[in-house]
């Protein structure tokens, strides 16, 4: 461990400037200014949950429980994906591969793990004190909900660190992901007995979850030290390369990370064109490469077949005024979400076209070819979506799950867009405005794409949260508008974005 | 002619590229452009591929002023920097896109596979590989395309000793088959293999 100090305390004397008295001044000072902003709304929020969670509907329960566990597999995933244990980039080029011992290496991202853990932990247990409720004596459930939420946390992060020190666990994690979902709903629901049982009963159960917790953490210790070199050195320079794409604010670039990380290395079973595509119609062919992409990724399928679950959770689980707006917005991030998704050929071809022009054909006949698979993505995702807010009432009666086929071409459109458009512009003006001063550039990539989809979608978006609440547009001069209007933006935007090589 | 470059200049900025350089190149025949570094043989390649155009003088490429369009890269086939390969896709589902999207293609994808030692990699993603075996993966989805005009810059960059001396045999063949090829490189070795004609480049002032 001193080793591990001696070089850190160089590279400190020799990295930067010591820390003067007016540094630990401004440290201290911006903290006190952000405990004095933050601490209204979190009180409040906390008072409104903790409230709220007396008068439960046990009726939401259900769909709160789902919308938790998703928020917990997203955070799982989320620390697989990052490592999770990475270290900047000197630290990973210079001490890793150095005779220092590891553990006293990573020990410092091992304490920001557990931080991060006990952040999440804390949330996670307020909204399972929100979603489940119970009976009196809300210090001592809100106790249990906070111990169960961290245990579930750092247990789930020591788990990963764990499959990161053993690659051959690495490969069955998502499963293992799986099972932890269903224990961790299990437990909920032991939990949830256990909130209206007595307090001896529910302190056993607490105390069981954090030991499991605790032997997780302990083993995920142990193993901080075995973690392979290898695997720090790609998760470090995974890491720093989102750093440098966050830092230059160029989002664009974290997909081609993303999509080049999940490839790399992959074998995978080599297949023939179909034969009906074969040198017949070569836009086509061309576009199958999206295709066969989607198809290589099931668990991606299913996370979006899944998704078209949330916006009828959010309206069963959220009955307050504001919910038809959320329900809107799930909608259209969904919507649009499941069209981008199979356009990486397209934004391809847009940042490099060196392999287009090696395959000769059109940008037009392309992009046309590119735009099948978004709409036919988004059709299903939309349809599903407004199928099941109509199964549960929150649509009135009628087929209003045909909007989503009808505002397909719109979001093709919008997703295209968004997968050809350029790296932010930071030479555009900022705008200063009362409520402060507004980026143009960053303000002008995010709207890019989503611009010609809302566009193209305007009579759904408009119809969708008045009809939530009060079902009163008529359902078929609705139809005709949308595919009206899907259509023809569709149309503007092939004949307009091709470019300058003619199809 | 298949290629012609007359007094062509490039400027970037106030900074003098291309100055006067004219260049002319028939059908069977090939053509390697050399120069040390920063005399603007890339940029030159670039000119004939249209990407870029010239402050002065003229290029014509099958008669015409070359034009990004689709038509022009059916005939006209570039080999420059690392592509961005699609992701999903295995090497051989790369070669199998330039066979489904071309008519006639030069080499079947096993051939092609075999020509440039791929068959080993065929499944696997083309992140996975090493620098050359990228190099020898776009090489060959080059190759394996129908084309009449080969453009390629420096392709020897990542080849072992071995392959180049392949590669000067497979841009012989493409010449004899009435193909024109134009190539900037460094390797005198790879030129002189391949029986190209050297067009010499200097700095421009």
Not at chain 1, 205 to 227: D, E, F, K, N, Y
Not at chain 2, 95 to 104: K, W, Y
């Amino acid at each position: 461990m001193s080793d591990v100090r001696a070089v850190r305390a160089f590279l400190r004397s020799r990295g930067r400037a010591p820390v003067t008295w007016s540094d630990r001044y401004v440290t201290v000072f911006g903290l006190v200014v952000a405990a004095l902003v933050l601490a209204h709304p979190v009180t409040s929020a906390f008072t409104s949950l903790t409230a709220a969670a007396g008068q439960t509907d046990p009726s939401q329960a259900g769909a709160g429980l789902a919308l938790i566990a998703l928020a917990y597999a997203g955070f799982m995933r989320l620390a697989r994906t990052v490592g999770p244990v990475v270290l900047p980039a000197a630290d990973a080029a210079w001490l890793v591969l150095s005779p220092l011992p590891r553990r006293p290496v990573l020990a410092r991202t091992a304490l920001v793990l557990v931080a991060v853990s006990v952040v999440a932990g804390a949330a996670l247990g307020v909204a399972l004190l929100a979603v489940l409720g119970g009976g009196g004596h809300v210090a001592v459930r809100l106790a249990l909900a906070l111990a169960l939420g961290m245990s579930a946390t750092l247990g789930g992060m020591a788990t990963a660190v764990l499959a990161q020190a053993h690659p051959a666990w690495g490969s069955r994690f998502d499963a293992g992901l799986l099972l932890a979902l269903v224990l961790l709903l299990v437990t909920v629901l032991v939990v949830a007995f256990v909130m209206h049982a007595p307090a001896g009963l529910a302190a056993a159960c607490a105390t069981a979850c954090a030991t499991a917790s605790a032997v997780l953490v302990r083993q995920a210790w142990a193993a901080l030290g075995r973690i392979p070199a290898r695997s720090l050195l790609a998760a470090s320079t995974r890491a720093g390369r989102v750093a440098a794409a966050a830092t230059l604010i160029d989002p664009g670039v974290l997909s081609w990370i993303a999509e080049d990380d999940h490839w790399r290395g992959r074998v995978l079973r080599s297949r023939v064109w179909p034969r009906l595509l074969r040198a017949r119609w070569a836009a086509p062919a061309l576009a199958w490469s999206d295709w066969r992409r989607l198809g290589r990724r099931p668990a991606r399928l299913c996370a979006l077949l899944a998704s078209t679950a949330l916006p009828s959770l959010a309206s069963a689980t959220l009955a307050s005024p504001a919910t038809n707006g959320l329900v809107a917005a799930l909608l259209a991030i969904g919507a649009m979400t499941a069209a981008a998704a199979c356009t990486t050929g397209a934004r391809r071809d847009h940042d490099d076209p060196a392999l287009s022009r090696l395959s000769g054909v059109g940008a037009r006949a392309a992009l046309t070819a590119r735009a099948v698979l978004p709409m036919l993505l988004s059709a299903a995702w939309l349809t599903l979506a407004l199928a099941g807010l109509g199964v549960i009432g929150a649509l009135p009666p009628g087929p209003w799950w045909s909007l989503g086929i009808l505002c397909a071409p719109a979001l093709a459109a919008g997703a295209l867009r968004m997968a050809r458009r350029r790296p932010i512009d930071h030479t555009m003006p900022v705008i200063h405005t009362p409520a402060g001063s507004i980026p143009t550039g960053p303000l002008i990539w995010a709207a890019t794409g989503a611009d010609v989809a809302a566009l193209g979608c305007l009579p759904v978006l408009a119809a969708v949260p008045t009809s939530v609440s009060a079902g009163t547009p008529a359902l078929g001069p609705l139809l005709v508008a949308q595919a009206v209007s899907g259509v023809a933006v569709l149309v503007v935007f092939l004949l307009r974005a091709a470019g300058p090589r003619g199809g | 002619m298949i290629v012609m470059a007359r007094d062509v200049g490039v400027v970037a900025g106030e900074v003098p590229i291309l100055t006067g350089i004219d260049l002319a190149a028939g059908p069977g025949e090939v053509v390697a452009v050399v120069g040390v570094n920063g005399a603007g043989k890339s940029t030159l390649l670039r000119c004939l591929a249209g990407l870029q155009p010239p402050a002065s003088g003229e290029v014509g490429v099958f008669g015409r002023p070359p034009a990004d369009t689709a038509a022009f890269w059916r005939d006209v086939a570039v080999v420059a920097d690392e592509p961005a390969w699609y992701p999903g896709l295995t090497v051989r589902e790369h070669l199998e896109l330039m066979r489904a999207v071309h008519h006639d293609t030069r080499l079947t994808v096993e051939a092609a596979l075999e020509e440039f030692d791929l068959v080993e990699r065929a499944d696997l993603a083309p992140q996975t590989l090493s620098t050359g075996q990228r190099q020898r993966l776009v090489l060959a989805m080059a190759l394996l395309r129908p084309s009449r005009l080969l453009l390629l810059d420096e392709p020897e960059r990542g080849l072992d000793t071995a392959f180049r001396d392949r590669l000067a045999t497979m841009l012989t063949r493409y010449a004899a088959a009435g193909g024109t090829v134009v190539m900037a490189t460094h390797d005198l070795g790879l030129a002189r293999a391949a029986g190209a004609r050297r067009v010499s480049l200097e700095a421009a002032a």
